[in-house]
């Protein structure tokens, strides 16, 4: 069987059922809700955030801020993705439009340890790729692939089945734990959203010192998170453990 042919019969199969078609309105309901907020703000010109500038996502965020009708444009962008996937005829292409905004968030997150989209941006990449996954058919136009047409919607739903996927949602439920806890786990130290937070990371180890210094070079001096990353660990450890 060709890969064409196994794709389809496989989105075919996931069409049908019920509760994965509910868990497709559920992503495109959470994504676009994600979007409004966020884009709302920069098309009214407004900051987005109250971090410090001291801070690796605030400085990005300030200078984002600055950048005039760009700051505007990503707005519209966002807005416009989350209507988009909002329209049951324009998911797809809401889809595409919101896959590379949330995936350049969600890199930006991870490279700047920023708690605010940690956890949640990676969430928003997966269920967007659910959303496109799921309208493979549509997809499939502009793919190196020759398929048959595939029936209609209407169709479809005159067989739709009631069989919870219990290993799929075992599946993504997984999934969330598993990059919860990698997420968790990859980063031993993090620059947190203010000082007190930062430098609360630290109390009770034997890194105290170094940690304190480091929370001050992002913070107090606004330094690069490389920069302050290098110190901390080339710092000694405490003599004594503080509590």
């Known amino acids: 069987m060709s890969i064409s042919a196994t794709l389809d019969r496989l989105h075919d199969k996931a069409k049908k059922n019920r509760w994965l078609r509910y868990f497709a309105v559920f992503n495109r309901i959470v994504l676009a809700a994600g979007f409004i907020p966020s884009g709302s703000v920069k098309i009214m010109g407004e900051r987005f955030t109250s971090l410090s500038a001291n801070h690796p996502m605030g400085h990005y965020l300030e200078a984002l801020y600055h950048t005039g009708y760009y700051y505007t444009f990503i707005g519209v962008a966002q807005v416009s993705a989350a209507i988009l996937l909002l329209i049951p005829r324009t998911v797809t292409l809401g889809a595409i439009l919101y896959l590379p905004i949330i995936l350049n968030i969600c890199v930006l997150s991870l490279a700047l340890r920023f708690d605010g989209s940690l956890f949640?941006?990676?969430?928003?990449?997966?269920?967007?790729?659910?959303?496109?996954?799921?309208?493979?058919?549509?997809?499939?136009?502009?793919?190196?692939?020759?398929?048959?047409?595939?029936?209609?919607?209407?169709?479809?739903?005159?067989?739709?089945?009631?069989?919870?996927?219990?290993?799929?949602?075992?599946?993504?439920?997984?999934?969330?734990?598993l990059l919860?806890?990698?997420?968790?786990?990859?980063?031993?130290?993090?620059?947190?959203?203010?000082?007190?937070?930062?430098?609360?990371?630290?109390?009770?180890?034997?890194?105290?010192?170094?940690?304190?210094?480091?929370?001050?070079?992002?913070?107090?001096?606004?330094?690069?998170?490389?920069?302050?990353?290098?110190?901390?660990?080339?710092?000694?450890e405490n003599t004594i453990r503080t509590k």
Not at 148 to 171: H, R, Y
Request: with cysteine.
């Open 120 to 177: 949640s941006s990676p969430l928003m990449v997966l269920a967007d790729l659910y959303l496109l996954c799921w309208n493979y058919d549509k997809l499939k136009l502009i793919l190196p692939f020759n398929l048959p047409a595939i029936p209609s919607d209407k169709q479809k739903q005159e067989s739709l089945s009631n069989k919870f996927p219990v290993i799929f949602f075992a599946g993504v439920a997984a999934t969330v734990v």
């Open 180 to 236: 919860v806890l990698v997420i968790t786990f990859a980063y031993k130290v993090m620059p947190r959203n203010t000082l007190l937070d930062c430098r609360a990371q630290f109390i009770g180890t034997n890194r105290t010192e170094a940690g304190y210094e480091f929370c001050d070079c992002i913070h107090k001096y606004g330094e690069p998170l490389d920069s302050c990353l290098s110190d901390y660990n080339k710092a000694p």
